[in-house]
């Protein structure tokens, strides 16, 4: 209480141009101060050429084991969840703009076999690698990094559900 009656005293007082260019409770710096920067670099120890230097490091190897991959930590429940919720917001957008079904009638017009299908192929297909031991980011591509495939999943993810609480809260399709 003291504190917000301290400011209000503050802010409430009328201030002068020479005051509010001068502040109070700020110590000034002394001018002409010389300030030197030094950078140096770190010495490298394998000094043969140049170009080994440069080169991005080899891809993580992950453990091949099913734990591993499917674990809480692992590199497969986002990836897979996110590539499930990329197909089905694509393909729940097109059908309601082709058919002006919401979600929830597509689900219960024979989109569930179709969802239930698409999700074990995708699923299949997500693990193969990641059961061989290669990671995410094996194959490098400026565009289609590893991290802009799980922030468009994230992305699709809530997509999705904010289409499916829109369509509930709306009654009926979006379009």
Request: charged fraction near 15%; proline fraction near 7%.
């Amino acid at each position: 209480m003291a504190t917000s009656v301290g400011m209000l005293s503050v802010i409430s007082a009328p201030l002068s141009r020479k005051e509010l260019a001068t502040p109070k409770y700020v110590t000034p710096l002394p001018r002409n101060v010389h300030m030197q920067v030094k950078c140096m670099s770190k010495e490298v120890e394998n000094n043969d050429s140049p170009v080994s230097q440069l080169t991005s490091p080899p891809a993580k190897k992950i453990s091949p084991k099913f734990i591993d991959v499917m674990g809480f930590a692992g590199p497969a429940p986002e990836r897979i969840n996110g590539r499930l919720a990329m197909v089905g917001f694509v393909t729940a957008m097109a059908v309601e703009i082709s058919k002006g079904q919401d979600i929830f009638t597509q689900i219960s017009n024979g989109g569930f076999q179709w969802f239930l299908w698409t999700s074990i192929l995708l699923s299949i297909a997500s693990l193969i690698p990641f059961l061989k031991g290669i990671g995410p980011g094996a194959a490098e591509d400026k565009a289609m990094t590893p991290d802009a495939e799980l922030w468009n999943g994230r992305f699709a993810m809530l997509g999705l559900v904010a289409l499916a609480i829109t369509e509930y809260i709306k009654g009926g399709s979006l379009v």
